[in-house]
T-cell receptor, first 116, second 111 residues
Framework: DAGITQSPRHKVTETGTPVTLRCHQT?????MYWYRQDPGHGLRLIHY???????DKGEVSDGYSVSRSKTEDFLLTLESATSSQTSVYFC???????????????FGPGTRLTVL | GQQLNQSPQSMFIQEGEDVSMNCTSS?????WLWYKQDPGEGPVLLIA?????ELTSNGRLTAQFGITRKDSFLNISASIPSDVGIYFC???????????FGDGTTLTVKP
């Protein structure tokens, strides 16, 4: 299994509070991603990073920010959590290979966030 | 943005039956991926397809990259209880670094 950990694994918070989720990898992969998973919506990309301090928005980035100051860590922050952000959050990593035309993503175990 | 339509949304089958699911897109992809997610865990890659028309197997799983590059299919033969989970297709284009995921097919296998 790829060395990806997410913390916390479970969190319950109240509307309006800031929340930071952490993704840590030991694979030295360049690319990192944050997804949210909701029933009926599959996996939706929130933000992604192609390297240290190189991040970009995904399809559902509103209300979220990210930071990547080290290769191994990718932080997802909800500045002011809302009930619509109750979800399961997955981090993923990948290392594109020049000679291959695919980009396999390895997923972390997920963080279940409940916003009351 | 790109969207993937994955069907069926759910399947309830008897152990030993074969399973078919598919994914269609309004856009062309040059790579298709199929993932499985077990309850409480993250998705794990099952099969990767790189060429239109390609047929690839992984044990009892077989996946095909559609000729039009807008669809892909996954078949599971002789299903067993541990096949239970959510199966996701994903399409991507080379060097884009981002995959677009389908909404998943939830498979239930009755012993």
């Amino acid at each position: 299994d790829a060395g990806i950990t997410q913390s916390p694994r479970h969190k319950v918070t109240e509307t309006g509070t800031p929340v930071t989720l952490r993704c840590h990898q030991t694979e030295n992969h360049r690319y990192m991603y944050w997804y949210r998973q909701d029933p009926g919506h599959g996996l939706r990309l929130i933000h992604y990073s192609y390297g240290v301090k190189d991040t970009d928005k995904g399809e559902v980035s509103d209300g979220y920010s990210v930071s990547r100051s080290k290769t191994e860590d990718f932080l997802l922050t909800l500045e002011s959590a809302t009930s619509s952000q109750t979800s399961v959050y997955f981090c993923a990593i990948s290392e594109p290979l020049v000679r291959k035309s695919y980009n396999e993503q390895f997923f972390g175990p997920g963080t279940r966030l409940t916003v009351l | 943005g790109q969207q993937l339509n994955q069907s069926p949304q759910s399947m309830f089958i008897q152990e030993g039956e074969d399973v078919s699911m598919n994914c269609t897109s309004s856009s062309i992809f040059n790579t298709w991926l199929w993932y499985k997610q077990d309850p409480g865990e993250g998705p794990v890659l099952l099969i990767a397809l790189y060429k239109a028309g390609e047929l690839t197997s992984n044990g009892r799983l077989t996946a095909q990259f559609g000729i039009t590059r807008k669809d892909s299919f996954l078949n599971i033969s002789a299903s067993i209880p541990s096949d239970v989970g959510i199966y996701f297709c994903a399409g991507l284009n080379t060097n884009a670094g981002k995959s677009t995921f389908g909404d998943g097919t939830t498979l239930t296998v009755k012993p």
